[in-house]
């Protein structure tokens, strides 16, 4: 991730927070590292989920 394009997560519950900490050290990466698998996992399932082009609703 770009260092300009920072994660704001101060909306996320603080039980995500330490579990995503926890997360960090069990597979020894960062925090940041964490996250950024995180938001890239989530863009690949939603591309995932998209409807080919073609197939809208009328």
Known sequence: MK???QLVIHHVS???RQLIKVYA???NCTHAEILERIV???DEQQTLS?????????
């Open 25 to 27: 050290v069990v597979n």
């Open 14 to 16: 603080p039980e995500v």
């Open 40 to 42: 890239l996992e989530w």
């Open 3 to 5: 260092k300009d394009e």
């Open 50 to 58: 998209e409807r080919p082009p073609g197939n809208e609703d009328e």
